[in-house]
């Protein structure tokens, strides 16, 4: 088996297979794609809420990394101590972030080879044309449980008919580019979000440039929607916007209510959890400092209990433990 048979058995046409499920149902490609992107997104949810909390924990930590740089810039062994220790005291994994972008990016290559196949056809077209899937096209490829919803002698249909301005199906560019916009917008909204609400100042080459991407990224998303098919800006539309979604829970509103103000009186379920941490926190603060006084009350009873040694000294008595 070669490594192009194993690509489309593992990725290209389960994905194939699942838009043609979705068609059968919905009768819409446009559609289709969305029930296939929420499906993908459910599937890996899990890490996505692990990428989240990863990325919320670094930037809550970056003020004490901060700290740790200053104290010991220049002995890199002795900060590369202090960070680990950071990390394990935090319970943060800096690599727990990198795992769903390291998954999306297959994801993304096969569907995009997955919009071309079920638009033009299996194989490279002829003449650089695109004469579309056919019946016994899909036939080679479909699962016995998967229906084939492509008459025997048409072609599957790819527009999206909700957006009338891509006649020419969704395998194709966005001529107006419009969805490339609109993935731009929504990708801007959720890097905000993901942003903290108390932006820690850095000097730190990294984390300005972290920053930095918040806001050229969703400008790299239009410039490349705007040269893919209109099916793959339509899939990143709804994955984006899934992620919001996902936000909203897990991190709250981050740094948007500071270009939308309104957002402000709106609680977030990530803001009362983070409002209950934060009072048992304090909680155990002062059990912690309640029980550091009455340690030190016994200590100063024991003292003045114990009787003055010959020589006008004073013998210190042995430390009683808390009962």
Sequence with gaps: ???LTLWNSLLVH?????????????????????????????????????QIRSQRAMQEVA????????????????????????YSERGVNPAAGCLPLVLQMPLLIALYNSLLQLGCGL?????????GLSHDMVESFRYAF????????GALDTTAHWLPWISRGLQHPDPLFILPVLAGLVQLVASVMA????????????????????????????????????????????????????QYFVSGWGQLPKY????????????????????????????DMKEKDDEES?????????????????RRGRRRGKR
């Design 14 to 50: 389960p994905i194939m297979n699942l838009t043609l499920f979705a068609y059968s149902i919905v009768h819409d490609f446009g559609l289709a794609v969305i029930f296939v992107t929420i499906l993908i997104r459910l599937a890996l949810y899990p890490l996505y809420v692990t």
């Design 195 to 246: 942003m903290p609400v108390k932006q820690v100042k850095s000097d730190d080459p990294a984390q300005r440039m972290t920053q930095s991407m918040a806001y050229t990224f969703p400008l790299i998303t239009v410039v490349i929607g705007a040269q893919f098919p209109a099916g793959l800006t339509l899939y990143w539309i709804a994955t984006t916007a899934f992620q919001i979604v996902q």
């Design 298 to 314: 016994d200590e100063r009873e024991e003292e003045s209990a114990t009787p003055s040694a010959p020589g006008g000294g004073r």
């Design 260 to 287: 939308l103000p309104f957002l402000r009186g709106i609680p977030t379920p990530a803001d009362r959890e983070l409002h209950r941490r934060e009072q048992a926190a304090l909680v155990e603060a002062r059990k």
């Design 1 to 3: 088996m070669d490594i």
């Design 123 to 131: 194989g490279p077209p002829p003449g650089n044309l695109c004469p």
């Design 63 to 86: 003020p004490a990394m901060e700290e740790l740089k200053k104290k010991y810039g220049k002995d890199r062994q002795r900060f590369s101590q202090e960070q680990m220790k950071l």
């Design 146 to 153: 998967i229906p084939n919803p492509i008459p025997l002698d």
